[in-house]
């Protein structure tokens, strides 16, 4: 490990997003798994209000921090449509803020055991087995300076 190389916590590279579906502007409607990543679901207008439904953008990343103690299995998916998308509020929805961190690499990071791990015992320590945003953003990560990535 080099100099440049020092662990940092992830929520130095990230932002949360808190914007809501509050204009019924989005008509793709998604759901997280583990094992598929984002789903689309049916969108039935008049069956749940969506306005409180987070929004989805090309490139924002939804998780699962919810269930992760529940269900055992760590889900998250990047958002790779043009058009906007909803994902229910239960989920967490954030961008990354620091581009040094690239979405690939960081998917390698989380898609990782060791990482998992890490989450999955940080998401144990509560009664609701819920992960917080704080202790996902608290996750020990090394990124590489730009040039040791392009390898």
Partial sequence: ?????????????????????????????????????????????GKRDKSSYWILRKGQIAVDLMHLGQVREFAFERYTHNDLGIISNIHTVFSISDFSLDGKYLFLILKSQRKKNILLHYACHGVEMVLPWEDF?????RVPPPASKKS
Avoid: W
Avoid at 2 to 17: D, Q, W
Avoid at 137 to 141: A, G, H, Q, T, V
């Fill in 1 to 45: 490990m080099t100099k440049n190389e020092s662990l940092h916590p992830l929520g130095k590279y990230i932002r949360l997003s808190r914007e809501k579906n509050t204009q019924l502007l989005a008509t793709r409607h998604f759901g997280l798994s583990a094992s598929e990543g984002l789903v689309e679901l049916p969108f039935d207008k």
């Fill in 137 to 141: 953003c608290n996750l020990p990560i």
